[in-house]
């Protein structure tokens, strides 16, 4: 096999899956043209050719980290981002790598199938038997219905310099603002400081139920990290087509969160490819082609592509009703139910619609007492609200 080699240091990207046939210009076969940016898993290499998400894309440069990738060197299922300066120029596309995990393998079972990386134990029936213990991997993912990960491809590479630094994206759970340390993929713990946390935007504070990326060193059986970065897509581009799975919807097929990482509103002029509005169901992987509108992510293309029956996502889309009591600061609360309390937690990706049907900020201290309809999903025994919605409390 291929061992990709970081011209300087080493790396890797997100998401993916195919569409139709295109050509080498960044247009397909049938006119309709390429996205300006595209987040997926790689289809095809040939050349400087990259085919993501079954559009052609002439790259001119591959990087991770900010360092350089040769071309040659990327494989089928990498997931990446591509954008791209081609159809306003003659320039190539830009290529980033970004795994979900980069680490050294510690374990591999003896089927060849099960294997741990980072502390995390993960399953892949295409590992290559080149791949052994104490070689680094780069390892490009799905998130499942229980923290883990659908795997999709495993690389080996080879760092230019002894390279220390490991990389896991993954869900927050089990957050502990005492001993700064929360649980990621259900299983690794990190270790953080409030200096690590990525700073660039104003929503910076750590809750559970959020995707985050974390680089830092293992040491032992804990990920130390040194920086802490909250994935999202408050800032992308318009026009850009990204690949993912489906991880909650809402009970009016309005809205539905993708990958866990951010949320996409549709409308009467969303398209549909190979389905429709009905097919909208959490575990449905799909490419979703957005554009801003009103401060919110708008699906202007949905394009369908198969529905992950590897995992129970029934636990993905829980619906709680009852008055709010026991409010914890701004991180979860209690709501009383016929069944009996149940705690809830919350972070910046929760809606909050009022009683007047207007959706506003959160603030659990005056949501305190009211009667609220919550729809969640569970993820390591923990229940994340994506939307409250107040009743009339008369």
């Keep these: 096999m291929k061992k990709l080699a970081l011209i300087s240091v080493v790396g890797l990207i997100l998401t993916g899956c195919g569409g139709s046939d295109s050509n080498s210009n960044g247009s397909n076969d049938n006119n309709t043209q390429a996205p300006s940016a595209v987040q997926g898993t790689i289809d095809s290499v040939s050349g400087n050719t990259i085919v993501v998400n079954g559009y052609s894309y002439q790259v001119d440069s591959a990087n991770y980290a900010g360092e350089d990738v040769a071309i040659a060197d990327l494989e089928k299922n990498m997931m990446v981002s591509i954008s791209s300066n081609a159809r306003s120029t003659n320039d190539g596309a830009q290529l980033t790598l970004e795994p979900t995990i ?8 003896p089927n060849n199938i099960s294997f741990i990386v980072n502390g995390i134990t993960l399953t892949y029936s295409g590992l290559s038997e080149e791949i052994g213990v104490d070689d680094w991997v780069m390892v490009s993912s799905l998130p499942t219905a229980n923290a883990g990960y659908k795997v999709l491809s495993v690389v080996k590479f080879a760092p230019s310099e002894p390279y220390e630094t490991v990389e896991v994206e993954g869900l927050i759970t089990n957050l502990d603002v005492n001993t700064l340390t929360f649980k990621l993929g259900g299983a690794l713990t990190v270790e953080y400081t409030m200096d690590s946390i990525d700073n660039d935007s104003n929503e910076s504070q750590l809750a559970d139920g959020l995707w985050v990326e974390v680089t830092g060193s293992m040491v032992g059986s804990v990920l130390q990290a040194k920086e802490v970065e909250v994935e999202d897509f408050d800032e992308i581009d318009n026009d850009t087509e990204i690949e993912g799975i489906i991880t909650w919807v809402a009970n009016d097929k309005l809205s539905f969160d ?12 969303t398209r549909y490819e190979d389905g429709n509005k009905s097919n909208l169901t959490v575990g449905t992987e799909v490419e979703v082609t957005t554009k801003q509108a009103n401060g919110e992510n708008v699906a202007t293309e949905i394009e369908f592509e198969h529905h992950d029956d590897t995992q129970d996502w029934s636990d993905n889309d829980i619906e709680f009703e009852g008055r709010v009591h026991n409010v914890k600061g701004q991180s979860n609360f209690e709501i009383q139910t016929k069944s009996g309390d149940q705690l809830i937690y919350v972070n910046k990706n929760t809606r909050y619609e009022n009683e007047w049907g207007m959706d506003v900020a959160l603030d659990l201290d005056e949501l305190s007492g009211k009667l609220v309809e919550v729809e969640t999903y569970k993820i390591d025994n923990q229940y994340i609200a994506s939307e409250i919605e107040a009743e009339d409390n008369d």
């Design 258 to 269: 993708l990958s866990y990482k951010g949320r996409f509103v549709v409308n009467d002029n």
């Design 102 to 109: 980069v680490g050294q393998i510690t374990y591999i079972a």
